[in-house]
């Protein structure tokens, strides 16, 4: 059987655009010959067929702007101010976000637009409105007050659908609402408290990393903390790990190379490369809009990383379906009766024609965020030892040095709260328009993309809020509304003057009243109809590693020789991003570039055996 290539799809479908000028100018030639009783001029007719398409894209487009003005001046609001661009079509903003991707710091150049042209912005490209905002009220209407007027869209669900299928990221309406219903009876307080597999899995985390520094080797926590992340999350949730850990650490880039070589051959790397792979895919995908498939004429690079992805996460399956039969047949062991119903993904088996991409939809917030959030949190902690102090301090004050924490001594360390909050303020793990909707099980890992990639889409005319006292904005059918968190947890007119200065006293002290008073200004978990389900578990998932991580080493250093460090023409600049000592970048999450082809390298220079702690 003969595939066509995606390209050629794409052209077929929008064939009738270009045709229909075409059709036209021939058209009016046959009416002047009739009504002129002679041909038109060879010139002229080559001249409309050369310039009927663009004027007639022209036309469309000046039209657009007409009615949204029409529209808007009825209902007594403004549009949005445009970002203005030197060239036709945004293809000066398009330039200006590649360059920022590939060397410029994270936020860039959408900081820049809202500096200029206030909270909201029309970063309008490819003749497509992109109406970008770092406004609470805007976010709000978004995902609570308007909820049904925003959708993900058929341009969103095309570009997600090799990666995401029709997942609880990547549906609307009463699909989604079904798999929110599917997934939400697993979440109850009993399971998300109970803490043996991330005591397991911690354990053999934080025992490798202590050999590696025997072995005077710093460690890449990032990557480390990922498969921590990821083999606590498959047992939790589909009742068998996937043993990543069992890969061991990667070495740093200037140890021997032969190293690493188990490591990059072992089966869940080849699972992490094509998964990240496809993610980064995916957000270039959202900076091309619907013009993706040009791009990937010939084939769909998603779908071939996916195809080593489900290399991995078939046999899960095909070991879930099997038990299940066996249960259905009643011929379960007693030793695993009991076990498979009690999993995400035994339950998950009743809806078959759903459940491969639930599983890949779960794993990208089961890795990649609460990751992405415990790696910027060691990152912090390692500038700012003060807070490290403070905060195992207040560890061996509840737990002591050895003991396993308990759901209570989580809830209790009041300290450790505000250290997490604090750094999914500044560091939220899905920087960009945090609407992938992670929030049945698949926010049980921690908050959620985007790149700008992964936007909603007005399903019909709204209207937002005007900013600062100001008019109403209209918000014409079918724009796509992507906002970032990450701006807005960062603002001085939200939070206060101090706003990109790291303190987790902002949570415990009277500088709480800014959010108190807005709770729509700090958004990791979500809000509204879509707000997380699994919020307490990741909370618990991170708090208890740090609870470890903290009653086994008592200091956390950045291993700058060996770190991937920013452009030098970054320390130049104002803001905390000119302080940054390590390379921020993000896919559908945010992440630490490094050298080594993976992540972030810290180094705990000092081991601390747990004996020569003092529980005085």
């Known amino acids: 059987m003969v595939k066509v290539p995606p390209g050629f799809i794409y052209i077929a479908r929008r064939l ?47 039209y657009a702007d007409l009615r949204d003005r029409r ?78 007027s925003f959708e993900k869209g058929p341009v969103l669900r095309d570009q997600l659908n090799a990666l995401l299928g029709t997942g609880v990221f990547n549906s609307d309406g009463a699909t989604w609402k079904f798999h929110r219903s599917m997934t939400r009876p697993f979440f109850s307080k009993e399971r998300i408290s109970h803490f043996d597999t991330f005591e ?18 710093p460690v890449d ?17 589909f009742g068998k790990s996937v043993r990543s850990l069992s890969a061991g650490l990667i070495y740093p ?16 790397n080849v699972f992490v490369r094509a998964f990240l792979e496809a993610q980064s895919q995916v957000a270039f995908r959202g900076r091309l809009g619907s013009f993706w498939h040009l791009a990937e004429f010939w084939s769909d690079r998603v779908q071939k990383e996916m195809k080593d992805c489900h290399k ?37 088996v009743n809806y078959l024609t759903v459940i491969r991409d639930e599983i890949v939809n779960i794993l990208i917030a089961a890795r990649d965020t609460t990751a992405s959030a415990l790696t910027f949190l060691v990152y912090m902690l390692s500038q700012h030892p003060d807070v490290l ?38 560091y939220a793990p899905v920087p960009f328009n945090a609407r992938l909707d992670l929030d049945a099980v698949t926010r049980v890992a921690m908050v959620v993309p985007d790149s700008l990639s992964l936007f ?75 707000i997380c389900l699994g919020q307490q578990f990741a909370y618990n998932e991170m708090s208890f590693f740090l609870v470890r991580l903290l009653q086994t080493f008592s200091s956390i250093t950045l291993a700058e020789d060996v770190q991937t460090r920013p452009h030098a023409e970054w320390g130049k600049g104002i803001g905390r991003n000119s302080q940054e000592k390590v390379i921020i970048r993000s896919h559908l999450t945010l992440y630490v570039e490094v050298s080594t082809g993976h992540h972030d390298l810290i180094h705990e220079e000092k081991l601390i055996v747990a004996a020569f702690y003092s529980l005085s």
């Not at 038109?40 to 469309?60: E, G, K, N, T």
């Not at 200037?254 to 072992?266: G, M, T």
């Not at 379906?321 to 993904?345: P, V, Y």
Request: proline residues 8%; positive net charge; hydrophobic residues 40%.
């Open 221 to 237: 926590f990032q990557d480390m903390v990922g498969r921590f992340t990821l083999d606590s999350a498959t047992e939790f949730l």
């Open 71 to 148: 529209e808007a001046a009825l209902r007594g609001s403004v549009l949005v101010p445009r970002v203005q661009s030197r060239w036709p079509g945004g293809f000066h903003i398009l330039l200006s976000l590649a360059r920022a991707f590939r060397k410029g710091h994270i936020g860039e150049p959408f900081d820049r637009y809202c500096q200029e042209y206030g909270p909201a912005v029309n970063v309008r490209f490819m003749f497509e409105n992109r109406i970008f905002t770092t406004e609470p009220e805007h976010i709000k209407a978004i995902l609570s007050t308007q909820f049904n």
């Open 456 to 530: 909603r889409t007005s399903a019909e005319a709204a209207v937002w809020p005007g900013v600062n006292g100001g008019p109403p904005i209209y918000i014409p059918p079918k724009a796509r509304t992507p906002y970032s968190v990450f701006l807005m947890h960062r603002r001085e007119d939200l939070w206060g003057p101090d706003a990109e200065i790291f303190d987790p006293d902002r949570f415990l002290d009277e500088r709480l009243k800014y959010l108190t008073s807005n709770p729509f200004i700090f958004l990791p978990f979500n809000a509204g109809p879509r």
């Open 253 to 268: 880039k200037d140890s021997l190379p032969e190293r690493n070589k188990p490591y990059v051959n072992h089966p869940s």
């Open 16 to 62: 009738h655009r270009l045709v229909r000028p075409l059709v036209l100018v021939y058209a009016s030639s046959k009416i002047w010959a009739i009504v002129f009783d002679k041909p038109l001029p060879r010139w002229l007719r080559v001249s409309a067929y050369l310039f009927s398409i663009p004027v007639a894209m022209a036309c469309s487009v000046l």
């Open 312 to 348: 991995f996460i078939d046999p899960i399956l095909k070991d879930a379906l099997e038990t299940k039969g066996k249960q259905s047949a009643g011929q379960m062991c007693a030793e695993t009766k009991g076990g498979l119903e009690d999993t995400l993904l035994g339950h998950l």
């Open 389 to 426: 102090e403070r905060l195992r301090a207040e560890v061996l004050s509840n737990v002591g040095s050895s003991r396993r924490p308990t759901y209570d001594d989580v809830r209790d360390m009041k300290y450790m709260r505000a250290v997490v909050n604090e750094t999914l303020r500044l």
């Open 200 to 217: 397991k899995h911690a354990e053999d985390a934080l025992n490798q990393t202590k050999a590696r520094f025997k072995e005077g080797y």
